[in-house]
Structure formats: structure tokens, C-alpha cells
């Protein structure tokens, strides 16, 4: 079997470089319209980072899986077409801000329809908004003569940082397809058979397609909202002097909450969970269910005021100014363990320090200094002035570097190496008093008040 995926990004990449190690007999080509993407996944360093994906490619890169820029000849050759190309939420228009920007997924099923001499399964991968499925499907049958052609909805559970073993040992993987046809039964179960090939039959679950769009929204607006919860309540704990960390212990032994996705934090970040809830909120809108929406739309509220707060409180702490003062930032990275940045929590609050005129001395073990910078260009629109701010915007190559001279130390991704830094050393080069703001609660508050720090984290 020949198959391919269009999109080479956080989701193809890794998830087709599993299907091709776990299923050596299915030819796995990935393409992509970004030339240096694709080169660097033919290089030794690939443009995802990502604990176990390197040991994962390099057994089957070359064998059984491919990277190229031939979109055409993979589309053409494979019998399953997977779409994992970006679908950012729009920033222009009808539901700016809200909706989520199709357009690239619109020109795949175009360039499918165009390319494709005979009918394909289509899978989605992407994640997309509820009915997607029906335009791809009108857009292939009617440009593409030759009827057919099959949509499927396959949502991705990944989570960067622990995607190979996600994708290895998957609680479940969804498919939604329209079984009630015998030819939607069969794509169903052609893709049902690849996932087989390593997962427990009775962890494949089928739907029908717009069940499995929706639940892949509704599963990352639930993860979201349990993070949002938990941060309305680090709020409360510090007004009321109890501990966001203990709260949490407690309500995560009762089996009905379970103790996952209650890290009280400075907010959530990642590509998925504002995209998909402010997806969730326009589907709501649209179809005339406002509070719906509107419950939703608190989830991102809260994280959006969870940022502020904590930015607040590091400008108050400082007495009231930040302007001029060296700020060590630790961790750029939305989450440990990833390289990727986008809707990074850190990206939000250097932007309000540099607001504040801070300098910032920026170090993450993953992320670039180009990344970094490109972070934190201006956005049109929200913030003309970190432009000027430029020059106080520094890039360490380590987080002694970084915290040299500085007036507050500012962890904002729960890197495990900030567990194990010599903060006696941190705390001699800093200025005096010298701040620790710990945004993950990932440090021994006593141990570094011990030190002499003057430390504050997140709910107590
Ligand atoms: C998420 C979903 O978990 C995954 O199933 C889906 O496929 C894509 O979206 P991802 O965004 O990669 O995955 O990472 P996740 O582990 O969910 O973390 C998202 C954000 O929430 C991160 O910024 C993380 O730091 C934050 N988080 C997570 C918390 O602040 N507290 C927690 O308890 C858990
Ligand atoms: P995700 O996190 O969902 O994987 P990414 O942004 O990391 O998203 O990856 C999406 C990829 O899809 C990008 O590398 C982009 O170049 C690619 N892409 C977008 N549109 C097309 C297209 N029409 N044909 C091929 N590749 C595309």
C-alpha cells in the first residue's frame, strides 16, 4: 500500500514517521510546499524536536518513509492521502479571530482534485472545524470528474513533547467515516487496518465524521478547561494564603477528577487549545446557541487574564517599574520538551515587560534565537512599540548568562534542567534584592528563600 501525507509539520511528520516504523509493508511518503522543512527532515537535524523521534525516523527514513517536495507525484501514487497542513484561526474577515483560516486546506483538496487520476481516501488530520469533511468532499467531486472519493475525519491526540509516545501507545484512536455506505465502510476500515497493526482493535474507535470533528474539540476545550479551572483557583489561593499545588492533590484523589491536567500555571499555550475552543465558540455562534459560546469562550479569558496577572504581579513586585531593569527569562517554549513557540505563554508576557520597558535576557534550551526574536516582533495592530524595543530583547546561551546582573529571575516553561540549576551561583550574580517569579511551580520556594531570593510562584 502506498500512502502519503500533505502537511510535513508538528502532526505529519511525527505521525507518519510511527505508521512507517510500525508498518514496514505501506510505502509512507511525506510532502511539503516548504523546501527547507523537508530538507531538514532528510537532514541529521530535524525541524521538530521531540524526545524519540530521531530513533523513530532514522529507522525508517529511506526504507518504507520519504520526504520530498513532490506534491503531485505522492498525491498521484497513494491510495490514502492524509491533510496535516496548518489551519491557523483567521485574522482577517468574516470571523476574524474566531474561525479557523481554511484556506490551506482548500487548496490541498484543490491540488487533490487536480492531481488524482482515481478516487482516494482523504483523511483528515488537521484539526478542523465540524463539517469540514462535506466542503473538501464537494470540492473534490466537483472538480474531480471521477466520483468516489472518500472523506474521512482521523483527529490527532498527540501532545508535543510526548508525541512518539502518544502515538506509540495511543489511548484511542477516532475515525469518523460514513460507515452506512459500503464504500465508506470499506475506506473506514482500510484505515482501521493500518492503525491495527499496532494498536488494540478495541482502542480504534469509529464514528460517524461529525462526531469525530467535534470530539476533537471538545476533548481539547475540556483539557483546556480543567487548566483554566485550576488557574481561577491559583488566584483565589493567594488571596487566601492556601496552596494551589496541595488544592490540587486533594481534588485529584477523588477518581471522579483524577490528577492529570491540574498543573496550576502561567497559562496554557500550544497551537491547539485557543485555536479549537475559539473554533468551538464560532461553530456555537453560528449555530445560534450564544450561551454555549460564551461558556467556552471563559476558558480563554481565564488563560488570557492568567498572563496578565502574572505579568502584574512581577511589575508590582519590582516596585511598580520594570523600566530598565534586566529580567532572566527561563524557557520560551509553550511546554518542556518541544521547540515549538506558538501561542507560547512566554511570548504574551515578554510582551507586556517590554511594554514595560524591561530588558529581558531570554534562554531556552530548544528554542532559536530566531525563533525568539520572531516571537516577539511586533504584531500589527497590538503592540507598535517592542519594534523599538529590539535592543532590549537579549538571547543567553545559558541560564547563568542570562540571570548575570539581573534584577529577577522569571521561569516561564517547566524545563527540567531549571530544576537542577545552581541557584546559590544564580543568586550571586544578581543584583539586590534579587526576585524569583516561578510560573510552573516547578522550584523549591523554601530552598531558594533560603538562598536569600525573594520568591513568588504560581497560587501561593
Ligand atoms: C494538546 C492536547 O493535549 C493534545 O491531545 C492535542 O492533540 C493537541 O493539543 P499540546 O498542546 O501539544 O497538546 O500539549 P499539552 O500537554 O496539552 O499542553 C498544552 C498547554 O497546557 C501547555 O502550555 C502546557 O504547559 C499547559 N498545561 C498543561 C498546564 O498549564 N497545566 C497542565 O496541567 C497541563
Ligand atoms: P501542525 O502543527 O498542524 O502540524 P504545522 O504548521 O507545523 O502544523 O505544519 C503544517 C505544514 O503544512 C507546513 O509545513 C506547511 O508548509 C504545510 N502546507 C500548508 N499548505 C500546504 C499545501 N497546500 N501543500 C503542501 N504543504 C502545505
Redesign the pocket.
Known sequence: MKICCVGAGYVGGPTMAMIAYKCPGIEVRVVDVDSDRIAAWNSETLPVFEPGLDDVVLKARGRNLFFSTDVDGAIRDSEIIFVSVNTPTKTYGMGANRAADLRFVEACARRIAEVAQDPKIVVEKSTLPVRTAESISRILHGTNSRNGFQILSNP??????TAIKNLEDPDRVLIGGESSDAEGKEAVEKLVSIYAQWIPRDRILTTNTWSSELSKLT??AF?AQ??SSINSISAVCEATGADVDEVAYAIGKDSRIGPK???A?V???????KKDILNLVYLCDYFGLPEVAQYWEQVVRMNDWQKRRFSERIVKVLFNTVADKKLAILGFS??KDTNDTRES?AIDICRALLEEKAGLSIYDPRVTKEQIKAGLSPVKGVSESTAQDDHRIQVASDPYQAADGAHALVVLT?WDEFVRLDYDRIYQSMKRPAFAFDGRNILNQSELRQIGFESYAIGR
Do not use: D, M, T, V
Not at 497559562?267 to 487549545?273: E, K, N, P
Open positions: 490527532e491526540f498527540l501532545a508535543e513533547g476533548a481539547n483539557l480543567r487548566i491536567f491540574l498543573q500555571s497559562g496554557f499555550g500550544g497551537s491547539c487549545f509553550f511546554k505563554p517547566e
